[in-house]
């Protein structure tokens, strides 16, 4: 009797027990959210995200020119460009067999406070004079009166000026210019790059403050703008769309005619969209508001290796007449660079011509 | 028939007993019985998303986020927001998180100082923005460190890109692919009132311009956010959960610091990852190369 109600209460436990675990798992099963974590779509993602590249398969061609040329450029200002940066324009001048020097100055640099006046520009002229092309680009310091004007006798006897400049950044523009010390050895100093103001100023051309930029129709950043030809030039001849970075407009007089424009460009300055003119020519002296297209990573993308080519063709198809500058030449009557020649010429410490023009005067120190 | 009066009806019956047994068991139940009636209906989750957007943080506050989606009595979420962003990558990451919350429960965005570029981007797919006068959002753009050229010195690489990561002009189609994801996304998950190349300015908007641009909704404190997330969730009884960020392990620093208040101490280049993508608002301490230029006395450099 005891034995059949212990089974018998055993045998109702086991079947509770069933029950409530498989209740237990019914009802979970059926309220459980079987996708708790669902996958997202990212409207934005499905569309088409990877920039299509600009064309970067150009090369820099070498200009067409019968005599051998000297291009001079600037490195005594201070000028922020280095060797390797423009060494796609450099290239091409020296397969077509021209001589290209870098002018370092080191004539009085130092002695400029003294003289009022840098006496560094007797040896510029002096440089000049043996020179058929000149390239500016980001100098650091100012050109002295003199050097204006032998810069400005040099282009008026036929020699080609090339000037390029990068918009001043406004945060270090105006202070922590220093200029290399010609007694400090090897040591570095920094500079920071600037605009030849004042002599592209004599040419009637101003740099723009401030940076181009394009929201829109970029070479996939709002800094790498488009430009066109302007009308017909031949240092356009053959493009059809150049890409310049972080490039600054140019204010041009009437003497100027426009080369390269951007069209749907803003300024970063005045946020105002217009035609900018990029690049410029006034005679023998052409102005662009960039560097970086000469640097190799930017000289061969769209149609930058056809204007480089042009501009390298510019340089070395003038017919400067020999001499020019000469050592005090009646332009320099202008009052601020009477003194522009004082101090005593260094020409040994310009590089060597490899000895096709005029040689080396060596006593042109006529202070008025 | 007479039986001894038992135990049972000393105590005065059958009745009696079972009173007080159900009075017992009764007596039991309130607690459940008074929370089951006057307790909160569900419950809104406050995520905070405070400084720079690490892997750490944004790993924490995803965490936040999956639990508030699988915690049924989480029926609704606020971000509490105040960051100027980060890692591009630990952004999208975060913006995928809250979109995915988004579409289960109602999330609504407390912009309590700063929703700048990556945690603006994290704030767009939520169903309000709640911004003050002087809280900012907006931003909404990328930025990389310039990578560096030339050959590695001191280091034997199986490649020219092992250690530049890339060639600029990759590094800025890069920088493009990631712009037009964000700004596309910005403009999906939003009404805006501006375009999106205007949105791709990338400016910094006060939260009264954010809301007149569309970046935000309304102006109001973390406690409007949460009023509106649980009714948004219909909930009218609720409670707050704070589920705050916790501190990351000094062992995280490996990549990226996440203690630094200040993007300088967070972002400060160690060299271990040459090209940070970042998704981040502020000055960035980095070595300007390109305005500036070592130039030695022969005039080469």
Do not use: C
Not at chain 1, 73 to 94: T, W, Y
Not at chain 2, 39 to 67: C, F, K, Q, S, W
């Amino acid at each position: 009797m005891a034995r059949t109600d212990l089974l018998k209460g055993v045998g109702v436990f086991a079947v509770v027990v069933v029950v409530i675990v498989a209740a237990t798992v019914a009802t979970g099963t059926l309220l459980s959210d079987s996708s708790t974590d669902a996958s997202v779509d990212a409207p934005a993602y499905d569309d088409q995200l990877l920039p299509t590249a600009v064309d970067d398969g150009g090369s820099v061609g070498t200009p067409e020119g019968d005599a051998t040329k000297t291009v001079v450029i600037d490195k005594s200002h201070g000028n922020a460009l280095s060797e390797s940066e423009m060494q796609p324009l450099v290239d091409a001048l020296v397969r077509d067999g021209h001589n290209v020097r870098f002018y370092t100055g080191g004539s009085g640099g130092t002695g400029g406070f003294s003289g009022g006046i840098s006496s560094g520009s007797s040896g510029l002229n002096a440089t000049l004079r043996s020179a058929d092309a000149f390239v500016v680009a980001n100098p650091a310091s100012t050109y002295t009166a003199g050097e204006i004007n032998g810069i400005d006798a040099f282009a008026e006897a036929g020699g080609r000026v090339l000037m390029l400049a990068d918009p001043v950044n406004p945060s270090s523009g105006g202070q922590s210019i220093s200029i290399p010390n010609p007694l400090g050895g090897t040591t570095g100093s920094t500079v920071t790059p600037g605009q030849p103001t004042n002599l592209a100023a004599n040419f009637g051309v101003s740099f723009g403050a401030g940076y181009l930029f394009d929201m829109t129709d970029n070479a996939n950043n709002f800094q790498r703008i488009y430009a066109q030809p302007s009308g017909d030039s031949s240092l356009t001849e053959g493009v059809d769309r150049l890409v310049f970075d972080d490039a600054t407009p140019l204010a041009t007089s009437s003497d100027s005619t426009a080369v390269v424009e951007s069209q749907d460009a803003q300024l970063s300055s005045t946020r105002r969209g217009s035609t900018y003119t990029v690049a410029a020519k006034t005679g023998n002296v052409v102005t662009v508001g960039d560097t970086n297209f000469l640097e190799p990573a930017s000289a061969t993308v769209a149609d930058n290796d056809v204007f480089l080519t042009n501009l390298a063709d510019f340089l070395v198809s003038g017919d400067k007449e020999p001499g020019a500058p000469e050592a005090a030449g009646p332009s320099t009557g202008t009052g601020s660079g009477s003194g522009g020649f004082g101090g005593p010429p260094q020409p040994g410490t310009t590089p060597t011509v490899p000895g096709n023009d005029t040689s080396f005067p060596t006593g042109n120190g006529t202070s008025p | 028939m007479n039986r001894d009066p038992g135990l049972l009806d000393r105590l005065g019956g059958p009745v009696v007993v079972f009173a007080v047994v159900g009075l017992l068991v009764g007596a039991a139940l309130v607690p459940y019985a008074w929370g089951a009636s006057t307790g909160p209906d569900g419950t809104v989750a406050v995520v905070e998303m405070h400084g720079t957007i690490t892997g750490d943080t944004a790993a924490a506050a995803m965490a936040d986020l999956r639990e508030a989606r699988q915690n049924d009595s989480i029926e609704a979420v606020v971000l509490d927001v105040n960051s100027p962003g980060g890692l591009a990558s630990a952004s999208e990451q975060l913006y995928l998180a809250v979109k995915q919350t988004s579409e289960q429960l109602p999330v609504v965005v407390a912009v309590t100082g700063t929703a700048a570029s990556g945690s603006y981007y994290m704030s767009a797919p939520a169903d309000k923005i709640f911004v003050t006068p002087a809280s900012t959002v907006g931003s909404i753009g990328v930025r990389a460190v310039v990578p560096p050229q030339g050959a590695p010195d001191n280091q034997i690489t199986t490649g020219p890109d092992k250690t530049t990561t890339a060639t600029q002009s990759e590094a800025r189609r890069r920088v493009e692919t990631l712009r037009r994801a964000f700004v596309g996304s910005v403009v999906a998950e939003r009404d805006l009132n501006i375009s999106a190349s205007e949105l791709s300015y990338a400016k910094v908007y006060s939260g009264t311009r954010g809301i007149q641009v569309g970046l935000a909704d309304e102006i109001g404190g973390l406690g409007a956010a949460v009023d509106e997330a649980a009714e948004r969730a219909s909930l009218s009884d609720y409670e707050t959960v704070r589920m705050e960020s916790p501190t990351p392990s000094p062992l995280s620093r490996i990549g990226l610091n996440a203690t630094g208040a200040t993007t300088e101490a967070t972002f400060e280049y160690t060299g271990v990852d040459t090209t940070q993508y970042l998704m981040l608002h502020g000055q960035l301490n980095t070595p300007d190369t390109a305005a500036q230029i070592e130039v030695r006395t022969n005039g080469t450099n």
